[in-house]
């Protein structure tokens, strides 16, 4: 593999394995579960849209039909997309995940995680947990609580990735999108703006954004698809440089991690309280 790829994908084998020879070491920062004051998830235009082909009528291909959900769900949703990730930038108040797997009586963030990739059909159907997504989902919709993103960073993490990237003193940052088409050097002062990342700021690639790393490819931010988690991997320098797990919950991986971690052995799991 070349080096360049590892700056854009994230490996399915162990994750150190992957970005050896470019990084050294590798951290799971797990996306918040959030609240916001007055402002119910059902009532948004956020989060993933689950499609059963088994549900799509005939004739219509599965992108049109995601594409036709969301426009319905734009139409009745009391706040669109950019105001609610606004509100949640301004107003989220984050529930980690150990927090939310207390109080629906989970003894195992990584049930939290199966349960989640179930309820975006992200998983076969033999891995899948249908009884922990449905009391996870439950739980949260009674309370009004706002499921983590997958598949983009996550609104309330945005801060603490602009203090990562600050805390090596970089000025700017590579930002790119998911595919490797697109990647530019923009401000790292940008990350800082309270509007959603997408949407024409500084230096940011048009399509959304999906990698952050820094100019000497010594820290790498990278969502994986159909994940709720940022990898986030470094050198050994860097890694005593900006000491991830005081922004975000989460955990080092070790030898034998994947992105598939609900079914490795349990790491243990460190972050700000």
Request: aromatic share 10%; charged share 25%; proline share 6%.
């Amino acid at each position: 593999m070349r080096p360049a790829e590892h700056l854009i994908w994230v490996g399915d084998g162990p994750l150190l394995e992957y970005y050896h020879g470019h990084f050294d070491a590798v951290f799971v920062a797990l996306h918040p579960f959030v609240s916001i004051e007055g402002m119910h998830p059902l009532a948004c235009e956020i989060g993933s849209s689950v499609v059963e082909r088994s549900e799509m009528p005939e004739n219509i291909n599965l992108i049109e039909y995601a594409d036709q959900l969301g426009r319905e769900r734009a139409a009745t949703a009391k706040f669109d997309w950019t105001k609610t990730v606004e509100a949640m930038k301004r107003d989220g108040v984050t529930i980690l995940w150990k927090e939310l797997a207390r109080n629906v009586g989970f003894d195992d963030l990584r049930v939290v995680d199966q349960a989640l990739r179930t309820n975006i059909r992200g998983l076969r159907k033999d891995l899948e947990n249908l009884a922990a997504c449905e009391r996870l989902v439950a739980h949260c919709m009674a309370d009004g609580i706002f499921l983590p993103t997958a598949s983009e960073f996550q609104p309330v993490m945005q801060q603490g990735l602009a203090e990562l990237f600050a805390r090596t003193g970089a000025e700017a940052v590579m930002m790119g999108d998911e595919f490797g088409d697109e990647t530019n050097l923009g401000p790292s002062a940008s990350l800082t703006d309270s509007r959603p990342w997408r949407f024409g700021l500084e230096g940011m690639p048009k399509w959304p954004l999906r990698r952050l790393y820094h100019p000497d490819e010594s820290l790498l931010a990278v969502v994986p698809w159909d994940h709720f988690l940022t990898v986030l991997a470094m050198t050994n320098e860097r890694k005593e440089q900006v000491r991830p797990e005081t922004l975000f919950e989460g955990f080092w991986v070790d030898s034998e991690t994947t992105i598939d971690w609900f079914l490795d052995a349990a790491r243990p799991v460190v972050g700000p309280e």
